[in-house]
T-cell receptor, first 112, second 114 residues
Framework: AQTVTQSQPEMSVQEAETVTLSCTYD???????LFWYKQPPSRQMILVIR??????QNATENRFSVNFQKAAKSFSLKISDSQLGDAAMYFC?????????FGTGTSLTVIP | KAGVTQTPRYLIKTRGQQVTLSCSPI?????VSWYQQTPGQGLQFLFE???????NKGNFPGRFSGRQFSNSRSEMNVSTLELGDSALYLC?????????????FGPGTRLTVT
């Protein structure tokens, strides 16, 4: 069965510093996508970054980047130059054609 | 384009009652998925509809059901409510329902069962 594990329920980072959120997943499929979603206190979930499993190159979106280690089934999110607006719950997610699994989330606090 | 909308935003029901939640996807999106979010379990996939057909289903009891209309709007129904059904119910839409499609979430419906 596919599972997504986020082992850090809470993380904090100083403003302007870098933080890495961890995510591991388990799957027997070869074709899938991985996502990081952000859910600010207002509750609207938004996509942060997406990674196709068949691509070796790590995805990057401005200050957000991932470290995708397919063999290790690891998919961490790095946030550089952290800003106050980055404070939110972050969810790692796995999607194949038939299923979509989320991790339990990491609550990120940004300290001014 | 307008985003995904969900109604109502808040709902209080009593055990044993039933409830219907509504979701309007982004215009042009044909796939609608439903999720249950609770503090302990995180987000759990309920089901997905595509072109009025249920395409995928999560591991929830039959009390949870849904449907999609020809205009892609979707409803989710929970019958015989239990206290454990208290949660934030999120709806999300995708354009074609492909695995890599970006998924757009609505603000959610907060259901409280007393």
């Amino acid at each position: 069965a596919q599972t997504v594990t986020q082992s850090q329920p809470e993380m904090s980072v100083q403003e302007a510093e870098t933080v890495t959120l961890s995510c591991t997943y388990d799957t027997s499929e070869s074709d899938y996508y991985l996502f990081w979603y952000k859910q600010p206190p207002s509750r609207q979930m938004i996509l942060v970054i997406r990674q196709e499993a068949y691509k070796q190159q790590n995805a990057t979106e401005n200050r957000f980047s991932v470290n995708f280690q397919k063999a290790a089934k690891s998919f961490s999110l790095k946030i550089s130059d952290s800003q106050l607006g980055d404070a939110a719950m972050y969810f790692c997610a796995y999607r194949s054609q038939s299923q979509f699994y989320f991790g339990t989330g990491t609550s990120l606090t940004v300290i001014p | 384009k307008a985003g995904v909308t969900q109604t109502p935003r808040y709902l209080i029901k009593t055990r044993g009652q039933q409830v219907t939640l509504s979701c309007s996807p982004i215009s042009g999106h044909r796939s609608v998925s439903w999720y249950q979010q609770t503090p302990g379990q995180g987000l759990q996939f309920l089901f997905e509809y595509f072109s009025e057909t249920q395409r995928n289903k999560g591991n929830f009891p039959g009390r949870f059901s849904g449907r999609q209309f020809s205009n892609s709007r979707s409803e989710m129904n929970v019958s015989t409510l239990e206290l454990g059904d208290s949660a934030l119910y999120l709806c999300a839409s995708r354009e074609m329902g492909l695995a890599g499609d970006e998924q757009y979430f609505g603000p959610g419906t907060r259901l409280t069962v007393t």
